[in-house]
């Protein structure tokens, strides 16, 4: 029991001393030991490389996920740690909009079946978007997110370590320096200078100790925190590995979005007379300006194969003078005596004919014949 006490009172004495220590150094009345100019750096470093780490993730947040309240809802879910609820994407919204639109108007029909393409693109489109927010989560955001809740709380833990034991340190300081001031007592008579001698001697040796002591934990303390510090220039190179991945993870997503669009496209595409889009007509009335869209070279690795379009079989029917067989995938009405009109899921033959258009074949049914655009097309074996 009494050694408890005195262990409690010797806290709160210490406790104490730290209180006025920290007072007198804001009032600028006590002096205050600095920090090595390195360990100050890495302090700097710690912070910014924490306050940047906050912003990437917070913007990469936003990016991922542009609806605020979806995201705090989100949140709430990991904090409760719940399952957050399957929900479709803005791209497979509208796939799926587009898709049970293109079934109401036919399937038959140009028109639905078109809107039925667009949506079943969407969808892909939606899908490749789940992927690429599911990789940054896992290889962006839960790195960074680890190092603001684990690594930088054990800088921040071990810095305020390291602020405490500075402040014993100059209260120890403070303390022998009041030790060395002599007693004004200890002139007045004779016969009591030498007690008060004696009594301040061992303040002075106390004080002493008690500096060495409180020196030796700071500096202890000191090295713990740079060590923690330093281990920064790791986690840089770590996020740097995470940023790649992060990078790569966009790359994937955007090449297989093009490469989806650019299939639509061709099956869309080649729209003749009353199909054609309007920016083709809005082109062609304003000078014969027109936008190129660049090739984006996509490696193997980012895209799957479509299948059905055929592609590499109408190359080879265009460079050689025989016929193949092909299916009508849906509804083409002719635009004048040089097309050949179409219905959906119809066998005709189609050939190649020199310094034709690369979009369109010669179409053969029976007796009947003339040009079909090769997007209305699926070669058959």
């Not at 092909?326 to 005596?337: E, F, M, P």
Request: neutral net charge; contains cysteine.
């Amino acid at each position: 029991m009494d050694f408890n006490v005195k262990r409690l009172a010797a806290d709160a004495g210490t406790l104490f001393s730290r209180a006025v220590q920290f007072t007198e150094e804001k009032l600028g009345q006590a002096e205050k030991t600095e920090l090595d100019a390195h360990l100050e750096n890495l302090l700097c470093r710690a912070e910014c490389t924490k306050q940047n780490t906050e912003r990437i993730m917070k913007q990469t947040e936003v990016l991922l996920q542009p609806n605020p309240n979806v995201r705090i809802e989100e949140f709430l879910y990991e904090k409760l740690e719940k399952k957050v609820p399957t929900r479709m994407n803005n791209h497979e919204v509208l796939g799926l909009s587009m898709i049970e639109s293109g079934s109401e108007f036919g399937p038959g029909t140009a028109y639905g079946n078109a809107l039925i393409k667009c949506g079943e693109t969407e969808k892909q489109i939606g899908g490749a978007e789940r992927e690429f927010i599911q990789s940054s989560a896992i290889n962006f955001l839960t790195p960074f997110r680890n190092f603001l809740e684990g690594d930088f709380k054990t800088i921040l833990k071990e810095r305020k370590l390291l602020q405490v034991k500075r402040l014993d340190l100059d209260a120890a300081k403070t303390r022998l320096k009041k030790a060395r001031v002599p007693d004004a007592r200890a002139v007045v008579s004779g016969l009591f200078t030498v007690p008060l001698v004696s009594k301040r001697a061992r303040k002075h040796t106390r004080a002493e100790q008690d500096l060495r002591m409180t020196q030796s934990e700071f500096d202890r303390q000191a090295e713990i925190t740079r060590l923690l510090l330093e281990g920064v220039s790791s986690t840089h190179a770590h996020h740097l590995r995470c940023l790649t991945d992060f990078v790569e993870a966009q790359t994937t997503y955007y090449a297989q979005s093009y490469q989806y669009m650019v299939d639509l496209q061709k099956q869309l595409g080649s729209f003749p007379s009353t199909f054609s889009s309007n920016n083709n007509q809005s082109s062609s009335s304003s000078g014969g300006a027109s936008i190129s869209v660049p090739t984006i070279p996509l490696s193997a690795s980012m895209l799957s194969p479509s299948p059905g379009l055929g592609l590499s079989g109408f190359h080879e029917l265009r460079n050689s003078s025989g016929s193949r067989k092909a299916r009508v995938l849906y509804d083409y009405d002719a635009a004048g005596s040089s097309e050949l009109s179409l219905l959906a899921d119809e066998v005709i033959m189609v050939s190649s004919v020199p310094g034709m258009d690369s979009d369109w074949l010669m179409g053969e049914r029976g007796t009947q014949k003339g040009k079909v655009p090769i997007t209305y097309l699926e070669l058959l074996n």
